[in-house]
């Protein structure tokens, strides 16, 4: 168990070791969950998808290129749950 030492002003440093552990990189944030108990989850904080993170995503893994007709076309069926 870590222990850690609260500063005067309510701030609290983790461990290298405590960070590494959560999966956590500098910049990146964490949630804290409080429990009615008095006890608290501390988990790292997971991004949520976005469209930023998707474009590109398969760049260069295909030769073919599809018209906007086809990709249209692919997406109707898709969500009219059809192959």
């Keep these: 168990m870590a222990t850690l030492t609260v500063t005067a002003r309510g701030q609290v440093t983790f461990r290298k070791d405590v960070l590494q552990h959560l999966?956590?990189?500098?910049g990146e944030?964490?949630?804290l969950d409080?429990?009615?108990d008095g006890r608290a989850v501390l988990t790292a904080a997971r991004q949520t998808g976005s469209i930023t993170n998707f474009v590109g995503l398969l760049?260069?893994?295909t030769r073919k290129v599809a018209s906007l007709e086809e990709i249209s076309a692919a997406a109707s069926l898709?969500?009219?749950g059809k192959k």
């Design 78 to 80: 898709g969500w009219a």
């Design 29 to 31: 944030k964490i949630e």
């Design 59 to 61: 760049a260069g893994r």
């Design 34 to 36: 409080l429990l009615p």
């Design 23 to 26: 999966g956590i990189k500098p």
